[in-house]
Every structure is written in C-alpha cells, then in structure tokens.
C-alpha cells in the first residue's frame, strides 16, 4: 500500500512539474516585475522619509559657525578701501553677485 501511494505521488509530482514547465516564462516574468515593485516601492519609502528632530537637532548643534580672525577682517578692509579698483569690484559685485 506504501508504494502504491508513493508511485501516485511521484506520478502526480511529475504532473506538477509538467504543468509549471508550461508556464515558466511567465512565472520568469512575474518574478521579475515582483522584485522591481518591491525595489521602486523601497526607493520611495526611503525617499519620502524625513529625519528625526532630534537628529536634526544633535547635527546642527555638531555644525561649527565659520570664524573670521578680527585681524584678518581689517586687512582685508584696509585693502578694500587702499585700492580703488577692488574697491569698484567689491561694490559692483554686491550690487549684483551674477555679473561677469
């Protein structure tokens, strides 16, 4: 009796396998569209999440304020004011930054 329903198993397994064999392309192919949704879904999670406040709060107190040397500044000052040619470029280009 064991092996009667161990060759009706096998006969039926075979069947199965014969049935699927038919339709690989297509189960290839929703594999594949399967994994590129999941993929294209993960970006956009990922995309649209925004940080933490606390993680924007523990970068910005980490971030250092630029410090200009007060010695430094009054050179450059100084120069500005010594030199009328830098003293036409300074104020042209803050009049406007985007002119060549």
Do not use: W
Not at 76 to 87: A, E, G, I, P, R
């Amino acid at each position: 009796m064991n092996e009667m329903n161990l060759e009706s198993f096998k006969e039926k397994v075979l069947d199965f396998i014969e049935n699927v064999k038919r339709y690989t392309v297509i189960l290839f192919c929703l594999f594949f569209a399967v994994i590129y949704g999941f993929i294209v879904y993960r970006v956009q999670v990922l995309n649209s999440s925004e940080p933490s406040l606390t993680d924007v709060a523990t970068k910005s107190q980490t971030a250092s304020v630029p410090h200009i040397d007060p010695k430094v500044l009054s050179q450059l000052q100084q120069l500005q004011d010594n030199s009328v040619s830098v003293k036409t470029l300074f104020s042209d280009l803050r009049s406007n930054p985007f002119q060549e």
